[in-house]
């Protein structure tokens, strides 16, 4: 059982920064692939970033790649999304999800393998 909890949301001006972070219960936390997923008002959850077991493998959506920049520390049971260049399009709350992962390098991309969600956190990009 791993529960997760976001926070570091906020209002911020287009090409701004943010860097939300997700804190993790339970001392099994480097047994679990990490991903951010978004759901802007009116649309589905959309998957942002994912990151393997031993932080080294990465994976971003298409529309967060070279702006956002996932990393975890296993000693503090945390998982974080570095955003920068804000778009208002980025708008949207932000999940952080756990998947159980065999592989330590393996990255988790499909929303169905995430067993574990947190509550969500609100980033509202302004112009």
């Known amino acids: 059982q791993v529960q997760l909890v976001e926070s570091g949301g906020g209002l911020v001006q287009a090409g701004g920064s943010l860097r939300l972070s997700c804190a993790a219960s339970?001392?099994?936390?480097?047994?679990?692939?990490m991903g951010w997923f978004r759901q802007a008002p009116g649309k589905e959850r959309e998957f942002v970033a994912a990151?393997?077991?031993?932080?080294?493998?990465?994976y971003y959506d298409d529309s967060v790649k070279g702006r956002f920049t996932i990393s975890r520390d296993n000693a503090k049971n945390t998982v974080y999304l570095q955003m920068n260049s804000l778009k208002l399009e980025d708008t949207a709350v932000y999940y952080c999800?756990?998947?159980?992962?065999?592989?330590?390098?393996?990255?988790?991309?499909?929303?169905?393998?995430?067993?574990?969600w947190g509550q969500g956190t609100q980033v509202t990009v302004s112009s």
């Open positions: 999800a756990a998947a159980p992962a065999s592989g330590y390098y393996r990255v988790v991309v499909h929303t169905t393998e995430y067993d574990y």
């Open positions: 990151l393997s077991r031993s932080g080294i493998n990465t």
């Open positions: 339970g001392r099994t936390f480097s047994s679990y692939a």
